[in-house]
T-cell receptor, first 112, second 115 residues
């Protein structure tokens, strides 16, 4: 059973607009959430994270929102740029767990 | 430069021929892990290690072995590869903290084809 779900396999947005990538989780023990970005032929790279004690974390154009009651998080990219085109993975972990659980990813395409 | 290094990057082999994919990190990280990426399935964890001599199964451990004799190295061993192990493999490492595994650093990937 998937503990971390990214229900949209792909998303296409226009350059300059907002990109919103969504992620749902089922395990209430998760207390740390991360987003990774992956370009073809490269390993995933860390983008932004959020602890369960917060509901928002911002880093430049990237903001992650966490709604614990809904077990939902989202990544906002504003403004979107063509270089943001990549696959984005949502991931979650529990404090004492030794593994990071990933979603299946969402492929973002930002069109000029 | 801080990095996770995997070798080989590309490998074509035949069913049953034992192979090892090496992984090395130079960041003194306690935690290391192996993932495989397959179309439509995302990143699935194979094995992980919280520290030297400590390894645990992830979600898809069947057909794989690992060892953690030194902190920096975490090789992935396929004793008898089969075609369903054709995949893109990633090694990752991180420093363990209050938030568990925290930020993982990934290698560039090893594309394995088993004929």
């Amino acid at each position: 059973d998937q503990q971390v779900k990214q229900n949209s396999p792909s998303l296409s947005v226009q350059e300059g607009r907002i990109s919103i990538l969504n992620c749902d989780y089922t395990n209430s023990m998760f207390d740390y959430f991360l987003w990774y970005k992956k370009y073809p032929a490269e390993g995933p790279t860390f983008l932004i994270s959020i602890s369960s004690i917060k509901d928002k974390n911002e880093d430049g154009r990237f903001t992650v929102f966490l709604n614990k009651s809904a077990k939902h998080l989202s990544l906002h990219i504003v403004p979107s740029q063509p270089g943001d085109s990549a696959v984005y993975f949502c991931a979650a972990s529990g404090g004492s767990q030794g593994n990071l659980i990933f979603g299946k990813g969402t492929k973002l395409s930002v069109k000029p | 430069e801080a990095q996770v290094t995997q070798n080989p990057r590309y490998l074509i082999t035949v069913t049953g021929k034992k192979l090892t994919v090496t992984c090395s990190q130079n960041m003194n990280h306690e935690y290391m892990s192996w993932y495989r990426q397959d179309p439509g399935l995302g990143l699935r964890q194979i094995y992980y290690s919280m520290n030297v001599e400590v390894t645990d199964k992830g979600d898809v451990p069947e057909g794989y072995k690992v060892s953690r004799k030194e902190k920096r190295n975490f090789p992935l061993i396929l004793e008898s590869p089969s075609p369903n192990q054709t995949s893109l493999y990633f090694c990752a490492s991180s420093r363990l903290g209050a938030t568990g595994t925290g930020e993982l650093f990934f290698g560039e990937g090893s594309r394995l084809t088993v004929l």
